[in-house]
């Protein structure tokens, strides 16, 4: 596709649900990135994905965050038993590699809002 | 791991007057620095970037300088316009050298610009 592409756009679910976002990079990106956006505030980091392999999981909140990325190319990213402070947008973002200096790209982004 | 500063947290100038953003990084090995803009709703957006053997961009309006030695940079935007106001984020990214790609973006906490028609 012509950009980064997040689904669903927006999803309301019940505290104690879990959820699915998932990212597709841009074509042939081989670095994506996840990050959590609340409302009027800065970009948290999640998780860096170089190819499948994700070597920084440290932005992960907790045990209840999980993502993979399977064939170097979409990625999931699941939030389980999800609770009210979950409410935020999540923001993918991709390039082309990692290492710097490559621009990142960022989706339209996945608003969660956990009632 | 890097810390990445900010400031001002919110900022109004009067329209076509300069607007001035500053950040400070406190990883010395950082080597890219990208400045994005967020309008309410949108996603950020690339604007300009600065790569650590560079001191100074140009873009039209925008420019942004680099002081390695400081560890800081700062975003300048010239003859401001209304269009202008939105959510500026300066961010850093530090290579680990011990395995190529195991690097994250960095960002500063915000700048929301505001412009006074």
Not at chain 1, 46 to 67: C, E, H, M, T, V
Not at chain 2, 43 to 67: C, F, M, W, Y
Request: charge should be negative; charged fraction near 20%.
């Amino acid at each position: 596709g012509a950009g980064v592409s997040q689904s669903p756009s927006n999803k309301v679910t019940e505290k104690g649900k879990d959820v699915e976002l998932r990212c597709d990079p841009i074509s042939g990106h081989t670095a994506l990135y996840w990050y959590r956006q609340s409302l009027g505030q800065g970009l948290e980091f999640l998780i860096y994905f170089q190819g499948n392999s994700a070597p920084d999981k440290s932005g992960l909140p907790s045990d209840r965050f999980s993502a993979e990325r399977t064939g170097g190319s979409v990625s999931t990213l699941t939030i389980q038993r999800t609770q009210q402070e979950d409410s935020a947008v999540y923001l993918c973002a991709s390039s082309l590699v990692g290492g710097g200096g490559n621009t990142i790209y960022f989706g339209e982004g996945s608003w969660l809002t956990v009632v | 791991g890097e810390n990445v500063e900010q400031h001002p947290s919110t900022l109004s100038v009067q329209e076509g007057d300069s607007a001035v953003i500053k950040c400070t990084y406190s990883d010395s090995a950082s080597n890219y620095f990208p400045w994005y803009k967020q309008e309410l709703g949108k996603r950020p957006q690339l604007i300009i970037d600065i790569r650590s053997n560079v001191g100074e961009k140009k873009d039209q309006r925008i420019a942004v300088t680099l002081n390695k030695t400081a560890k800081h940079f700062s975003l300048h935007i010239t003859e401001t316009q209304p269009e202008d106001s939105a959510v500026y984020f300066c961010a850093a990214i530090t290579p680990h050298m011990s395995n190529f790609g195991n690097e994250k973006l960095t960002f500063g906490t915000g700048t929301r610009l505001t412009i006074i028609p």
